[in-house]
């Protein structure tokens, strides 16, 4: 599964031509202006000197990621949300673990255990449940073997969220185990029904690992800073050995950023502008659906994603790459069989990119989808 995904990716981005950013599913990019008005070109290239994160950015990442935990359960590493990920499979997992994944969701786990020899056991999310998983399903997932389960709500690509209530049972279910949660969570703060912070696991569950970054948020993937938090103190020195010994020192240019754009009141502040932009391109996927019975979809608790359904019989990755060729400027979207095979007939679709940018991309779509009418 998570091999057809990174094919998808490599296919589109080598395809000759502009396109309109339909799979991007973070805020349009922000700007380095974003975190400097003048640029300090006295600025020292050395490291920092602090290997587990200057003061100033753990307090900003506690309180704006509304974290319950201490400045020391919380690690800034380079590499985004990727690495959070990355450090707990690689501190946790040996040959002979088992992992339960979700798909629908973001790919890397799938792809590390199977490097690594770990048998995943998938947890597939359905369109009748909301894309949420189904407990009942999990507890069959679980055997003697299972030693993390990895989630990721606000889900890549459907959207779908966690209540507080579904994030405590699922956080019991693992507790009766021993098992660890790995929760994806690059997309909190994307809310769109309400400006509550969906549940971060770390603050429900001792071995619940929550791991982010700026990506997604605030549209900042180039600087690739990101972060995870755990109340495990072992789990928390076995990841820091392996990003020691990975990477050695933080990149100060992205810790610098990163401390500025943090800052809450700046935080905020580009955080309700993406969202503003997000909403308003909510509603143009909300006419388009309305206006033509081609298109389905459940609507998105979270993140700049959603899983729009289609009813014509074409294939999803034939209709995904027809739309990058389309002349003269094709549309970059992920078929949803990159993701399982029950995801077929859906595609990811993006909508973080400035509201004229998106309607004309979307424009090309149900333009280029009116030659499959029944």
């Not at 600025?43 to 602090?50: A, E, F, H, R, V």
């Not at 490097?115 to 998983?133: C, Q």
């Not at 009813?311 to 949803?336: A, I, R």
């Amino acid at each position: 599964m998570a091999d057809k995904l990174t094919e998808w990716f490599i296919l589109a981005r080598q395809t000759q031509g502009e396109k309109y950013p339909l799979a991007s599913v973070g805020k349009h990019p922000a700007k380095l202006k974003d975190a400097f008005q003048e640029v300090d070109l006295e600025q020292s290239l050395d490291w920092s000197g602090k290997f587990y994160g200057i003061p100033q950015i753990l307090d900003s990442i506690i309180e704006t990621q509304q974290y319950q935990v201490k400045p020391e359960e919380v690690l800034p590493v380079n590499g985004g949300t990727n690495m959070g990920i990355f450090l707990t499979c690689m501190a946790l997992l040996k040959p002979g673990d088992e992992v339960i994944s979700e798909t629908p969701a973001w790919a890397q786990v799938g792809s590390l255990c199977n490097r690594m020899g770990i048998k995943v056991n998938w947890l597939y999310l359905r369109s009748e449940n909301s894309w949420k998983p189904d407990l009942g399903e999990l507890k069959k997932l679980i055997t003697p073997k299972t030693k993390l389960i990895y989630i990721n709500h606000p889900n890549n690509p459907t959207g779908s969220v966690f209540s507080k209530e579904e994030m405590t049972e699922l956080c019991n279910i693992a507790s009766k185990h021993g098992i660890y949660i790995l929760s994806d969570e690059v997309y909190r703060g994307l809310e769109w029904k309400t400006d509550e912070l969906c549940p971060a696991v770390v603050n429900h569950y001792e071995r619940g690992i929550s791991t982010s970054s700026l990506t997604k948020t605030l549209g900042v993937t180039g600087i690739r800073f990101g972060w995870f938090a755990t109340k495990d103190k072992q789990l928390y020195a076995d990841c820091f050995g392996f990003y020691y010994d990975s990477v050695l020192c933080h990149n100060v240019m992205a810790e610098r950023i990163g401390e500025r754009l943090l800052e809450p009141s700046r935080f905020r502040r580009l955080l309700k502008e993406g969202k503003d932009v997000g909403r308003e391109n909510l509603k143009t996927i909300l006419e388009m659906v309305e206006r033509n019975d081609q298109w389905s979809f459940v609507f998105p608790g979270g993140a700049y994603s959603c899983f729009l359904k289609y009813d014509f019989n074409v294939p999803s990755w034939d209709f995904c790459e027809e739309m990058l060729k389309v002349k003269p400027k094709g549309v970059y979207l992920v078929p949803g069989i990159s993701y399982n095979e029950y995801c077929e007939h859906h595609f990811r679709l993006g909508f973080g990119a400035s509201s004229d940018l998106f309607k004309a991309g979307l424009r090309v779509v149900e333009e280029a989808a009116k030659k499959y009418k029944k």
